[in-house]
T-cell receptor, first 113, second 114 residues
Framework: RKEVEQDPGPFNVPEGATVAFNCTYS??????FFWYRQDCRKEPKLLMS???SGNEDGRFTAQLNRASQYISLLIRDSKLSDSATYLC??????????????FGTGTLLAVQP | DAGVIQSPRHEVTEMGQEVTLRCKPI?????LFWYRQTMMRGLELLIY????????DSGMPEDRFSAKMPNASFSTLKIQPSEPRDSAVYFC????????????FGAGTRLSVL
């Protein structure tokens, strides 16, 4: 089983739609969680951290379910500029693995006009 | 700050040649990471340094790969000899406080081994 699993997509949605991405992780000791965004032929960039209580940043909402080892990202009122690959990222804290980020393979979002 | 700087941006070489990728982290960042990204395997951590010391190189695929960080502002990833299966995008990233912190990526080096 992969350490971080995501649906690769693509998700093709019209402008204005709401879209949700899910991610599962295998190691229950994971402590930090992130969503990164990667545009085509560009480097990954942090979109948002994911906190236990859930958090929102404008049109983006991230949620964490530790019991199910599940992370989600919700994008409301999607824009053409949201088209990108969204990477689910997990950090295993404690012991020698503190500083390693494990990246999912990403979910491709294509917002259509 | 200019961000993480990688060079070259593109590298095309023939099988068997030595390839050296370079990275300049953000000034003041204590951690430097080397990643490889392919369509099949996604983004994989190869090695990371803390204060110029290699901490975990368990992701380095084999002895053909080596990485150094001679000082706080420079790191290299070397492949010798290169093989076609090494073709990928190689990213360098740096961060201030390790894995719990934001990682800032360079623009990457797109390597093609013919």
């Amino acid at each position: 089983r992969k350490e971080v699993e995501q649906d690769p997509g693509p998700f093709n949605v019209p402008e204005g739609a709401t879209v949700a991405f899910n991610c599962t992780y295998s190691n229950s000791a994971s402590q930090s969680f992130f969503w990164y965004r990667q545009d085509c032929r560009k480097e990954p960039k942090l979109l948002m951290s994911v906190y236990s209580s859930g958090n929102e940043d404008g049109r983006f909402t991230a949620q964490l379910n530790r019991a199910s080892q599940y992370i989600s990202l919700l994008i409301r009122d999607s824009k053409l500029s949201d088209s990108a690959t969204y990477l689910c990222v997990v950090n295993l804290s404690g012991g020698g693995a503190t500083n390693k980020l494990i990246f999912g393979t990403g979910t491709l979002l294509a917002v259509q006009p | 700050d200019a961000g993480v700087i990688q060079s070259p941006r593109h590298e095309v070489t023939e099988m068997g040649q030595e390839v050296t990728l370079r990275c300049k982290p953000i000034s003041g960042h204590d951690y430097l990471f080397w990643y490889r990204q392919t369509m099949m395997r996604g983004l994989e951590l190869l090695i990371y340094f803390n204060n110029n010391v290699p901490i975990d190189d368990s992701g380095m695929p084999e002895d053909r790969f080596s990485a150094k960080m001679p000082n706080a502002s420079f790191s290299t990833l070397k492949i010798q000899p290169s093989e076609p299966r090494d073709s990928a995008v190689y990213f360098c990233a740096s961060t201030l406080n390790g894995g719990a912190d934001i990682q800032y990526f360079g623009a990457g080096t797109r390597l093609s081994v013919l």
